[in-house]
């Protein structure tokens, strides 16, 4: 596998590099320090995954992440910042990014991570689904409201997909954790979508938040 990262960092650059070598023995990775740089390099060999710093000089930010997303669509990036804050998490995975990796995370959390995205999957970082602190530290603040299949609309094995798709596992996955058709999968999740009233796996693993009842950020 052919890993792309983009960061001006030269201790980042090293100390992610390492830890990706630890997926295999055939992972290679190209590093640069800004948009452009990364741009040649793509150019001459495409990677099977960019890790993008959006702290970056030159194009940087959400601009940047839509230019390698349009560029090349079919490679998919994890977003690697500093910031961890809920709307810049949102605002990457709005624009396209497969995954969020705050620099903050442990070794073992980044590598879960890609290989959530190499299957196939989403990341999407705990703290980016906490509520707003301020809802967060009021001492009246209500717990999520804990629904039933039944209120929900769904069955036992819907809320069962729906906390793996909440986890950013990817539908080979469930088919296998579950023991299920990947057509049955695909009629579950449409169901799910219908029942939350939310059009992507990503608004689902937010509404699941919400209601108490996934477990972000993990992969069974």
Not at 162 to 180: Q, Y
Request: aromatic letters at 2%; proline letters at 7%; a positive charge.
């Amino acid at each position: 596998m052919r890993v792309l990262l983009i960061d001006d960092h030269p201790l980042i650059q090293a100390a992610v590099s390492n830890v990706l070598k630890r997926l295999d023995g055939s992972v290679s990775v190209d590093v640069a320090s800004d948009c452009q740089g990364g741009l040649r390099l793509a150019e001459s060999a495409e990677p099977d995954l960019l890790l993008l710093d959006l702290n970056l000089p030159g194009v940087s930010g959400i601009p940047a992440l839509k230019m390698w997303r349009t560029r090349f669509p079919a490679v998919p990036v994890i977003v690697l910042s500093a910031a961890s804050d809920r709307p810049t998490v949102l605002a990457a995975l709005g624009a396209g990014a497969a995954g969020f990796i705050p620099k903050s995370s442990s070794n073992e959390v980044m590598l879960h991570a890609v290989r959530l995205v190499q299957d196939g999957g989403k990341y999407v970082p705990p703290e980016a689904l906490s509520p707003p602190a301020g809802r967060a530290n009021s001492t009246r603040a209500a717990p999520p409201e804990q629904l039933s299949p039944g209120r929900l609309g769904l069955t036992e094995r819907q809320l069962e997909v729906l906390r793996l798709v909440a986890s950013g596992v990817p539908n080979k996955l469930i088919c296998r954790e579950l023991g299920l058709a990947e057509r049955t999968v695909k009629t579950h999740i449409t169901a799910i979508f219908r029942a939350l009233k939310v059009t992507s796996r990503t608004q689902a693993a937010l509404a699941a938040a919400k209601l108490g009842i996934s477990e972000i950020g993990t992969l069974r």
